[in-house]
């Protein structure tokens, strides 16, 4: 879980890490932090994130760029891409954006709260969910961000948002946490996840608007086919560790 991330367009995977382009004494300093979040672009461009704000993309050819000139010290918690915008989010509501593929960015802080996921819907609109019920929304390219009349009824903590076209959208978090909205966020319903109070849904995502999945403590795995009715265990997992993450291809591939 640092970067030193893998990346293959097909087996083996190959490693490989990041250097900062300025000498140190003893040869170019090997970044070593944690990271909390990538995104893949095509099939040879990978950016990581997360630490202090550190930002790194891994571009076609081999070729590696680190962003050494962070814009704030603030942890980057999920990051997303479509086309060559891309948006960041992190703890105490930053968020960066860039417009051309991680060339310059910019940034805003637009909460004193911590930004846990983005969402990008399309090139105008975008949505962040962090803790405490934050809940943004931007429909300028991440310009100006709105505080939703959600986010200001909201106090649990939010983990991940996902929206599969422009008006259905799933927000995943603590406690079992789950609501969607099919209006583009004008109202949203809570959905039963049927797990105990003191479980986090840390991550989730749809296929379409009808089959999903999310994952969170105690190795919970769980699954719909209806747009979330109803939520079943597919597989039941004895673990007592927490499952941070699912990526699904397709309704049956995914890790």
């Excluded at 140190?24 to 932090?33: E, L, S």
């Amino acid at each position: 879980n640092t970067i030193s991330p893998f990346v293959t367009t097909s087996q083996p995977w190959i490693p490989f890490e990041f250097s900062s382009p300025v000498p140190v004494p003893g040869g170019n300093k090997i970044f070593n932090y944690p990271t909390f979040t990538s995104e893949l672009i095509g099939v040879d461009t990978v950016i990581v994130a997360g630490i202090g704000g550190l930002i790194n993309v891994r571009y076609p050819e081999h070729k590696t760029k680190t962003f050494l000139d962070r814009l704030d010290d603030n942890d980057v918690n999920d990051i997303e891409a479509l086309n060559s915008k891309i948006i960041a989010v992190g703890d105490r509501g930053s968020i960066l954006t860039s417009s051309d593929a991680g060339v310059t960015w910019s940034h805003h802080e637009i909460s004193p709260r911590d930004l846990n996921s983005i969402s990008i819907v399309n090139s105008e609109t975008m949505w962040a969910a962090g803790s405490n019920g934050a809940l943004y929304k931007t429909t300028s390219s991440g310009d100006q961000w709105v505080n939703t009349k959600w986010s200001k009824n909201l106090t649990v903590n939010l983990n991940k948002i996902d929206f599969v076209n422009r008006n259905t959208g799933w927000i995943f978090g603590d406690g079992g946490f789950i609501m969607k909205t099919t209006d583009a966020g004008e109202e949203w319903t809570r959905q039963r996840s049927h797990l105990p109070d003191d479980t986090r849904i840390l991550d989730g995502q749809f296929i379409d608007a009808s089959t999903g999945y999310f994952v969170g403590d105690n190795g919970v795995i769980s699954k719909t086919t209806d747009g979330g009715i109803i939520w079943f265990r597919p597989v039941k997992l004895n673990l007592a560790a927490s499952l941070n993450s699912i990526h699904m291809v397709d309704e049956i591939t995914g890790l």
